[in-house]
């Protein structure tokens, strides 16, 4: 039965955030502002670190590639959202909802893998710092890269072919703002339990990885600092924590919403809005304002 798509869901209706006018517009006035400042700041690293010839340590080619990352994310849902404000039908075409799915797990696992990509680059500079130019040149980090983008998309390609496959055979009613693969399994009209599980497995490899690996290994490198001068002891704390920081706020709401398969979570629509809207837009901004080097760069990109 699952072989054969005989749908007839051609849309689904998106209840959004909330049913009333006045905290729609609000939200809407929220995030038109928020968008109007992070999003040019994050445009702006992009063009900082591409500018600047002293930026071009392998730190500063990966926080440009995880702006760029961010960027790609936060666009996925929020248009579609903010648009649905001013619209008293809210719904999403069959194919637009596959491609969010697709695109939502694609960008959002190529950031996790990033993240490893840039843990590794600390871990060489602090613990082989002898080795660095060695192990972390070019070529390896368009490699690492290269490897976090593939290594998205085949996340992203196996959570679309599981939603793709199911049978939708008449509720189309998704009660949030964007298309999930755990909404559309709710609608499908067939035993989704091994679909539900394969889903849980595959989320759960890329954020589990992500969130219990990066904090210890940067735990591991703040242990490692007594040997250093306080200078750069300073330095260093300063990027780990930042980075922590990222890893929290990227992966704690992925946890809470993918991590327990087979029921509901409670909240879920604030988290995902946090988790899809406005995170994504603030990772490269945090590691921004805990270096100093790329604020200075900043500044005078903008006073050009």
Known sequence: EMEHRNYTV???VLLGLSQSH????????????????????????ILTVWRDSQLESPMYFFLANLAFLDICYSSVTPPKMLADFFSHHKTISYNAC???IFFLHFLGAAEYFLLIAMAYDRYVAICKPLHYTRLV???VCCVLVGAAWGGGFIHG????ALSFHLPLCGPNIVDTFFCDVH???KLACANTYTVELLMFLNNGAVIIMCFILLPISYTVLLLKLHAQSSKAKNKVASTCVSHIIVVFITCGPAMYIYGLPFQDVPMEKVVALFHTVVFPLTN?????LCNQE????MWKLVSK
């Open 22 to 45: 006045e905290v729609q517009m609000t939200i809407f006035f929220f995030f038109l502002v928020f968008y109007m400042i992070i999003l040019p700041g994050n445009i702006l690293i």
């Open 183 to 185: 909404q559309v399994v």
């Open 157 to 160: 390609i196996i959570l679309f």
């Open 284 to 288: 490269a901004m945090i590691y921004t």
């Open 137 to 139: 040149n070019r070529s």
């Open 294 to 297: 790329i604020k200075g760069s």
């Open 98 to 100: 596959m491609a969010q």
């Open 10 to 12: 051609s849309e689904f």
